[in-house]
């Protein structure tokens, strides 16, 4: 089975505009890595459009696209949040915020009508926005005797692995990373040279998954 290890997300912001009947929708598509900087962009959004009738917003973090999150900021449930969290999936994309801040014109346009607006003020910034594949690396520790070091050195140039640290004083540990979909071939070799030890790292979640959706 093939790994995925890429991803596709945006590295600057992007803006957008959709008008219908007398309504502004202004779109704003802000690159972000936590779901505490998603929620900073959006109180900055809410800050600088004070006077706007609703600050609508969705967000998707990490390169599973586990943790999402939309809000409708007072139009009627499911009418702008899901729109926009739909449009960022209709994307395939991670690691973003996208706001879409209303101004009422005065005429109201109806569960399918504001459905429409904000599906298409996200998409007008999504589209404006510069696309980016990231690829997703791992990375591994080894540990070893000093004599296994050209033997260790070795299998890190032959996969193309990075240095990421590396500890002589004493043993030797050595850190590498490595693109995630061929990590499991240096690790099956790193297994088979006899002294090789891999330090398996503990798992910690910082961050747990926000898998609801806030209307």
């Not at 590295?11 to 900073?40: I, N, W």
């Amino acid at each position: 089975m093939e790994i995925e290890d890429t991803y596709l997300t945006i590295d600057k912001p992007s803006e957008g505009l959709y008008k219908e009947k007398m309504s502004k929708f202004f779109s704003f598509a802000e690159p972000c890595r936590t779901v505490e900087e998603a929620m900073e962009i959006v109180n900055l959004y809410r800050k600088e459009y004070y006077d706007a009738r609703h600050v609508c917003w969705a967000y998707m973090i990490g390169p599973d696209r586990l943790t999402f999150r939309s809000n409708d900021d007072g139009e009627p449930s499911g009418t702008a949040g899901k729109p926009i969290l739909g449009q960022i999936n209709s994307f395939n994309l991670t690691n973003l915020c996208v706001i879409v801040i209303r101004y009422f014109g005065g005429i109201k346009l109806g569960t399918s009508g504001l459905i429409e607006a904000y599906r298409t003020a996200a998409a007008e910034a999504l589209s404006a926005a510069e696309i980016q594949e990231k690829i997703l690396e791992e990375e591994l520790t080894v540990h070893f005797e000093y004599p296994l070091m050209g033997e260790a050195m070795r299998i890190v140039k032959e996969e193309n692995a990075t240095v990421v640290k590396q500890d002589f004083y004493d043993d030797c540990l050595l850190t590498v990373s490595l693109r995630k979909a061929a990590m499991p071939k240096m690790r099956a070799r790193f297994e088979g040279v006899y002294g090789i030890d891999i330090v398996e790292k503990k798992e910690e979640t910082l961050i747990s998954p926000e898998m609801q959706e806030e209307e």
